[in-house]
């Protein structure tokens, strides 16, 4: 069985430029969470879709977005980069059944803002 | 909003002894407390978790301890082994409530075990 597949692994944009992530969940899994980490802050929470519905939001600026299709793979996009967003931009994929709630996370994405 | 405050944030011990790591929760409607292990340069894995209805979990080398009351929950590592070298991260959930997908973490603590 296939883990969370994160997409591209590491890359390097500059200052302004807005970037697009992808995630592919576990087989089965309708519910994707996004998560920033970085050493200052930690492990932070940023968005969490369910069949194609942005169901929580956590506290970052507009320039964070995301969506999820209907195959359950979700991206997020942001726009405007700015320094501070240099981080790991981790998904985790989970059943959302009662009890079945654990989420399994993906390698992350490694994003730099030069 | 939720808050978790996790403890030490290093820890260094000799290959054999236990380690604990304990962590505080703010919000007394948690209900999940699930422990991540990141070995460098690698993604969080699970390694266990428990429930507000049960106070003790083990599986194997590690247990998790969980004080409703107090709103607390710990990590016991026995018999450490250097593969056990990581950052260890704790969380709280509320499952039935709106929080989806919002794990709330604690700041990580690094385990380093010598041989």
């Known amino acids: 069985k296939a883990g969370v597949t994160q997409t591209p692994r590491y890359l390097i944009k500059t200052r302004g430029q807005q970037v697009t992530l992808s995630c592919s969940p576990i087989s089965g899994h309708r519910s994707v969470s996004w998560y920033q980490q970085t050493p200052g802050q930690g492990l932070q929470f940023l968005f969490e879709y369910f069949s194609e519905t942005q169901r929580n939001k956590g506290n970052f600026p507009g320039r964070f977005s995301g969506r999820q299709f209907s195959n359950s793979r979700s991206e997020m996009n942001v726009s405007t980069l700015e320094l501070g967003d240099s981080a790991l931009y981790l998904c985790?994929?989970?059943?959302?059944?009662?009890?079945?709630?654990?989420?399994?996370f993906g390698a992350g994405s490694r994003l730099t803002v030069l | 909003g939720e808050n978790v405050e996790q403890h030490p944030s290093t820890l260094s011990v000799q290959e054999g002894d236990s380690a604990v790591i304990k962590c505080t929760y703010s919000?007394?409607?948690?209900?999940?407390f699930p422990w991540y292990k990141q070995e460098l340069g690698k993604r969080p894995q699970l390694i266990i978790d428990?429930?507000?209805?049960?106070g003790e979990k083990k599986d194997q080398r590690i247990a998790v301890t969980l004080n409703k009351t107090a709103k607390h929950f710990s990590l016991h590592i026995t018999e450490t082994q250097p593969e056990d070298s990581a950052v260890y991260f704790c969380a709280s959930y509320r499952v039935g409530g709106t929080s989806y997908g919002k794990l709330t973490f604690g700041q990580g603590t690094i385990l380093t075990v010598h041989p």
């Open positions: 985790a994929s989970s059943l959302d059944r009662a009890g079945a709630n654990v989420l399994t």
């Open positions: 428990i429930r507000s209805n049960v």
């Open positions: 919000d007394s409607a948690s209900n999940y």
